[in-house]
């Protein structure tokens, strides 16, 4: 019954610690500086200590514009040290689920994407992750991978995780609104990652909430829903800005939105509404 999860520290190894300890359910965190996903003898003694029933694999290099600079790295991080961990796991009959991302696909479709479309990364980013998903799945065929996206939550480092704050201390912000995608919240990808383990799901997986957006849109709601709970709001103003104005260093796709229905007709769950998660994300972030 027992699970780990490596990258405990980040915003989805944070969610899944949490909703292992609401269930009662024993859960070893590992964050970066306990366990090193790239020191793989380590991981294997953990792996042996414990005899997790289950690995799940949180960490990541998330850094999309870092990628940029630091490719081997990258590889490294999101995709060798992944497929060793796989193996690993495989070698003892763990279950071993492995997070990707929609910066897989260029997003030239004005459709949502399907597990089986043509992944064509923009980004280093999104090419170690692409070949982290192909190696974690040759190294172990029955591995759950699940792409998500924009993933935020409580405690974030993410755009989206801090607007919650700037939303308070910022009378007017710039936020894009030409980037079309989905968002996660990382308290619903755990129950989801753990609904689909229960399920012994394998392959190649999306996962994020209910509905188109633009970080704009997150934004825009955001002030909404804080001032319906009555939280303080010193946003008064928010200026709709192109992606092409930040001037990041990393390309992403112009539209990335996920086709969830494969995991809603294997688990029989609807996923939620990305509106619906921002009132948890407001009040569980309180300070
Ligand atoms: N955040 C998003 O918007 C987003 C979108 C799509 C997909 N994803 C995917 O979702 C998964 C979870 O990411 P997240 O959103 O929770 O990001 P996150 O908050 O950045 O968490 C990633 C965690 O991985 C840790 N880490 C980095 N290198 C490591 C290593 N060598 N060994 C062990 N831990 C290491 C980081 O620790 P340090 O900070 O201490 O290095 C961090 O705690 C990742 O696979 C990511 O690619 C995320």
Redesign the pocket.
């Known amino acids: 019954m027992s699970r780990l999860v490596?990258?405990?520290?980040?915003?989805?190894?944070?969610a899944l610690v949490r909703h292992y300890a609401a269930l009662g359910m024993p859960c070893v965190a590992?964050?970066?500086?306990a366990?090193?996903?790239?020191d793989t003898p380590a991981l294997e003694a953990v792996l042996d200590r414990d005899r997790p029933a289950c690995v799940f694999?949180?960490?990541?290099?998330?850094?999309v514009d870092r990628c940029e600079t630091e490719r081997e790295r990258a590889f490294e991080?999101?995709a060798a040290?992944p497929a060793r961990a796989a193996a690993a796991c495989r070698a003892r009959g763990l279950r071993f689920v492995?997070?990707?991302?929609?910066?897989v696909f260029d997003g030239a479709r004005r459709r949502p994407y399907r597990e089986d479309d043509l992944a064509r990364p923009l980004s280093v980013y999104g090419a170690s992750?692409l070949e982290g998903e192909r190696r974690v799945l040759a190294e172990d065929p029955s591995a759950l991978v699940v792409?998500?996206?924009?993933?935020?939550d409580r405690g974030?480092?993410?755009f989206?995780c801090r607007l919650r704050k700037m939303i308070a201390s910022d009378e007017t912000l710039r936020v894009a609104n030409d980037r079309i995608g989905n968002c996660?919240y990382?308290s619903d990808l755990a129950t989801a990652l753990e609904a689909l383990v229960a399920r012994r799901a394998e392959g190649l997986m999306h996962f994020s909430n209910r509905g188109e957006l633009s970080w704009f849109d997150f934004a825009a709601a955001l002030v909404e829903e804080a001032h319906r709970l009555g939280l303080p709001v010193r946003c008064r103003a928010i200026e709709p800005i192109s992606s092409a104005s930040l001037g990041l260093p990393a390309r992403r796709p112009p539209y990335s939105v996920l086709d969830t229905a494969r995991y809603e007709t294997l688990t029989g769950h609807a996923v939620r509404p990305w509106r619906e998660t921002l009132l948890d994300f407001l009040r569980e972030s309180r300070d």
């Open positions: 490596l990258g405990a520290g980040g915003i989805l190894g944070g590992a964050p970066h500086a366990l090193d996903l790239c694999n949180a960490a990541a290099l998330t850094a991080v999101n040290a492995h997070v990707s991302t929609d910066y992750k792409r998500v996206a924009w993933v935020f974030g480092r993410t989206l996660t990382a």
